[in-house]
């Protein structure tokens, strides 16, 4: 059993912040698996995905506050920069982290730990719409 | 062909721990498939995966002392404080390294190179005992 | 519908290179799948794969500068230093970017963004050829 659907995601600010909610209603849309996984892609190249904790929004605002002194804006050495400050480190970031998450799904649902969540990292100022294409398969 | 089962591995110190033997272990319960893939997914967020050299253990070594590093306790400005200072460096590190490998399966055996083992990448100094959930898919 | 063959890259010199064309020829050889995902494992411990920016070639020399900083060579705390000092940043950087990449794929083609390409990152001085495992899956 196979479904693929694309969602968009709104604009975030950016930084960190939980899509939990957004990906398990689409997955509630599509046909129940008992066993399998589903691929969460994002298709762009200056935001990311992981998995965290879900509780303490201060453990977003300081994922925010680390990458930006990990891969610093403006480094003397960075030669792609005409699309801005925030462009490179947003790649950088993106790699670091990575463009999707795969997560089991057990009757039905997202088998995360009590304490994981899907976090959206949106790694430039103004990076508008994100698009995600879900894939899920099982049986 | 889906077959999904969660194990859960021995508390471990803080470090890098080669758990290879735990995974193929449990594969090998698992009816064999030609061709497919194992995802291997840990269900906390203080703790990840990875793939890395299996031989020398002063590889796991230098990976603690590297991260230790890279990603500090006691930084100034983290906020989420309140379980100690391993815990923010922990949730990093974890995004960093990510919640899950998926490696091929070919033959009923994990189709990994010469010198790849998956390694537990404990974060935290009590992190206790992990669960993982195992998802293998194939034909 | 699962189909898997081995792929053989010609040395790169250290850097990040695109390898999206290799990974489509051998993509446009396996069946066609409508919906599915296409696993790409690479199976060795100082290379790794990653998605970005497909278009500017500086993007990639960024990559290869923020990454030797990030991860210097001849750090005084490395213990795994006999095989030449590019070969335990060489590890560290694979565990950082990752072993593997899954991308959907859609109608035959991979479902990638615009700029979203794939890269080989040789982290070693003389890594040589790199071997990768394709797992295509989908119906």
Redesign the interface.
Known sequence: M???RDITLAAHPRGFHLITDEITRALDEMPPVE???L?V?????SASL????NA?P??R???E??FN???PEN?P????VFEGSDD?PA??K???????????V?CGRL??????GI?LCEHRDHGGRR?L?L?L???
């Open positions: 196979w479904q693929q066993a399998g996984l691929h892609f994002i298709q762009h190249t992981t998995l965290n904790e303490d201060t453990v605002t300081d994922f506050s680390h002194r990990a891969v480094a050495y960075y030669q792609h490179m790649h950088l993106a790699s670091l982290l990575g463009a999707s998450v795969q997560v089991p057990t088998n995360l730990g009590t304490w994981q976090y698009r294409v894939t398969q099982g049986e």
